[in-house]
């Protein structure tokens, strides 16, 4: 059964960056797209972005794109969210997921981590 950990939240001003990481477990990460999707208190979990299980194909919500990048190594089973010109309506707490197919939706997705929060200071 697969594990996802993620980690790198943490409090950072306006304007700064961070990079999440989403470590792994299994032996069949590559055949996984993986997602990451974000909840803010009271508010729904939305779709952040995804990458394909060859990492070749990405996808990025409206209100992150040019500003966050998914990559991810296979050979480490990681996955990375760097997120960049961040925003206090980036305020969060950040999931990862796994999928055997690429969805935007949460009801697609039958692994996710416990989250790590992200904080983003006016």
């Known amino acids: 059964q697969m594990q996802l950990v993620e980690s790198g939240g943490g409090l950072v001003q306006a304007g700064g960056s961070l990079r999440l990481s989403c470590v792994v477990s299994g032996r069949t990460f590559s055949s996984y797209a993986m997602g990451w999707f974000r909840q803010a208190p009271g508010k729904e979990r939305e779709f952040v972005g995804i990458?394909?299980?060859?990492?070749?194909?990405?996808s990025y919500a409206d209100s992150v794109k040019g500003r966050f990048t998914i990559a991810r190594d296979n050979a480490k089973n990681t996955v990375y969210l760097q997120m960049n010109s961040l925003r206090p309506e980036d305020t969060a707490n950040y999931y990862c997921?796994?999928?055997?197919?690429?969805?935007?939706?949460?009801?697609?997705?039958?692994?996710w981590g416990q989250g790590t929060q992200v904080t983003v200071s006016s």
């Open positions: 990458i394909s299980g060859s990492g070749r194909a990405t």
């Open positions: 997921a796994a999928s055997k197919v690429s969805s935007t939706v949460p009801s697609r997705y039958d692994t």
